[in-house]
C-alpha cells in the first residue's frame, strides 16, 4: 500500500481506512505492508495498492519503476465549491481564477519548491496534475471507489471509464458498540478542525441555543487562523479538545444525543459511520456522497445556511436514534467487509495475471 507522505502527521479518514484495511487483510492471511516514503523493493510484491488520485505526485514515480499490476483507491475528494467561494487566502483567488487542476498543480510545485516536499518522479512536473491522474487511472487494473457517487464524479472530470468496485468508508466493529445506555446531552463534531468541515458555521448556527457542544480534531496543519477563530467564536457552552485516538472517543459517542458533521464535502465522513453505529443522530452536510450511505436516515444541512444547520440539530435533538441506522453500518460498513472486497479484487487481478 503506497500513500501521502504525511499520512501519519496530519491525519485524516484516509489515515483509519489505509490502517484498517491493511489489519483487517492480515486477518485473511494477505501479506501487507504501508509505504509513504522510501525505497521500495518491488520484487518483493505480488500487487501495488495506491491511495489519493488527487496526489498523483505521490504515485507517478512508482509507475515507472515497476511493472507491477496495481489497483487504486481515488478517495476522490471534491473541496472546489469550497475553495472558490468560501476562501479568502491564495487558494481561495487561484480559485476563482484557473481549473482545480492547475490550482492542484501549483499547490505541488509551491510544496516542492518552498518546502522541500518530496515527489515520487519530478515528470509530474512536465506531464502537469490532469495528465498525471489519467495516466494513474488509465493504467489502473481496478477501482476502488469508496461510493459508486465516487466514481461517478471522477469519470465526469476524468472521461476515464474503468472497472471498478464499491468498498465502502467503515468502522471496526469490535470497537464501536453502545454497551450500555447512557445520558445523551451533548452535541459532539468529530474532524479535523479546518474549512471544509465547516466548524466555524456550526458554532455560528447553535451559539445562541443552550446545547452543550463539544469540538474534537487537531487543527488542519494549515488553517491555524480557522482554528483560533472557531474557539474566538464559540460560547461558553462550547469546547475544544484535541486529536484523540479512536478508543478515546467511545465515551463522547456514547453522550452525545446528536453529531454534527456540517461539511462543505464528505465521501462519507468516518465519524459519521463512528457515531451512528454507537447511537448518535446525525446532521450532515448535503455535499459529497453522503446520501449515499445515509439515505433518509439522519437529517440533512445545508453548509453555507446557519437557519439549515440549526433546524437540522434541533430536528436531530428531538428524535430517537434510528436502530434502522444502525443496523445497516453493522451490516455493510465494517472494515471487515471492506477488506473481504478488497481481497476479492485482489484475488481477480492476480488469477487474471496468472492466466495472461
Known amino acids: 500500500m503506497i500513500t501521502r507522505p504525511n499520512l501519519y502527521s496530519a491525519r485524516g479518514g484516509d489515515t483509519v481506512q489505509i490502517m484498517k484495511t491493511a489489519e483487517y487483510l492480515k486477518k485473511l492471511d494477505i501479506e501487507v505492508d504501508i509505504y509513504t516514503e522510501g525505497t521500495i523493493n518491488y520484487n518483493n510484491y505480488n500487487l501495488l495498492h495506491f491511495f489519493n488520485v488527487i496526489d498523483p505526485e505521490d504515485i507517478l514515480g512508482h509507475l515507472y519503476k515497476s511493472k507491477l499490476p496495481y ?7 471534491d473541496y472546489r465549491e469550497y475553495d472558490k467561494y468560501h476562501r479568502n487566502d491564495l487558494i481561495g483567488k487561484l480559485s476563482k481564477v484557473f481549473s482545480r487542476d492547475a490550482v492542484e498543480y501549483f499547490k505541488t510545485l509551491a510544496k516542492f519548491i518552498l518546502k522541500g516536499e518530496k515527489v515520487s518522479s519530478r515528470r509530474f512536473f512536465l506531464k502537469g496534475h ?13 477501482l476502488l471507489p469508496n461510493s459508486n457517487s465516487e466514481f461517478r464524479r471522477l469519470y465526469k472530470d476524468y472521461g476515464i471509464y474503468k472497472k471498478y468496485t464499491f468498498v465502502p468508508n467503515a468502522i471496526d466493529e469490535t470497537l464501536f458498540q453502545q454497551k450500555e445506555e447512557t445520558k445523551r446531552d451533548l452535541i459532539i463534531c468529530v474532524g479535523r478542525i479546518e474549512g471544509n468541515k465547516n466548524q466555524l458555521n456550526v458554532i455560528r448556527a447553535l451559539k445562541e441555543t443552550n446545547y452543550n457542544v463539544i469540538f474534537i480534531g487537531a487543527s488542519a496543519p494549515n488553517q491555524k487562523s480557522y482554528y483560533e477563530q472557531c474557539k474566538a467564536e464559540a460560547n461558553s457552552r462550547m469546547q475544544f479538545i484535541d486529536f484523540i485516538p ?3 472517543l467511545l465515551k463522547y459517542y456514547s453522550c452525545a444525543k446528536v453529531h454534527v458533521l456540517a461539511s462543505w464535502f464528505e465521501t462519507t465522513g468516518l465519524s459519521n459511520l463512528e457515531a451512528g453505529a454507537m447511537g448518535c443522530n446525525l446532521v450532515v452536510g448535503r455535499r459529497g456522497d453522503v446520501e449515499e450511505y445515509f439515505d433518509n436516515m439522519v437529517e440533512y444541512c445545508e453548509p453555507d445556511d446557519l437557519q439549515s444547520i440549526r433546524t437540522a440539530v434541533e430536528k436531530s435533538w428531538n428524535k430517537d436514534a434510528s436502530s434502522t441506522l444502525q443496523s445497516k453500518i453493522f451490516n455493510n460498513f465494517t472494515w471487515k467487509v471492506a477488506a473481504k472486497i478488497t481481497h476479492e479484487a485482489y484475488q481477480t487481478i492476480l488469477n487474471h495475471d496468472t492466466i495472461r
Do not use: C, D, F, T
Open 130 to 142: 490532469r495528465a498525471s491522474v489519467i495516466h494513474i487511472l488509465k493504467n489502473a487494473e481496478i
Open 71 to 77: 489497483v487504486l483507491s481515488p478517495i476522490y475528494v
Open 246 to 248: 479512536q478508543e478515546q
